[in-house]
């Protein structure tokens, strides 16, 4: 099973940017479907964005236009390229990894909080 290490969260004025990377290992990602999902207090996990092993993305209506998932196979990573962030993105944001025999794994989160 893949094992997933998220990073690049922290603290980050409105109108900021972050770049969030899921470093993989145990496993080669290239045929993995790869998601960013992110969960804020009280609230339940929701898909952010996701991106298939041909490079197909897809977005959540909330973070089109703003926010931008890519994938490195060379490197084994996923990235999530942040930009206008807005408080409502305040969350813990965690990387997953479905592989082609629909086995889930996830990362530990990283913590994204905007703020003033």
């Known amino acids: 099973q893949v094992q997933l290490v998220e990073s690049g969260g922290g603290l980050v004025q409105p109108g900021g940017s972050l770049r969030l990377s899921c470093a993989a290992s145990?496993?080669?990602?290239?045929?993995?479907?790869m998601g960013w999902y992110r969960q804020a207090p009280g609230k339940q996990r929701e898909l952010v964005a996701h991106?298939?092993?041909?490079?197909?993305?897809n977005y959540a209506d909330s973070v089109k236009g703003r926010f931008t998932i890519s994938r490195d196979n060379a490197k084994n990573t996923v990235y999530l390229q942040m930009n206008s962030l807005i408080p409502e993105d305040t969350a813990v944001y965690y990387c997953?990894?479905?592989?082609?025999?629909?086995?889930?794994?996830w990362g530990q989160g990283t913590q994204v909080t905007v703020s003033s």
């Open positions: 145990g496993s080669a990602i290239s045929l993995y479907y």
């Open positions: 991106i298939t092993s041909g490079g197909t993305t």
């Open positions: 997953n990894a479905r592989s082609p025999f629909a086995q889930n794994s």
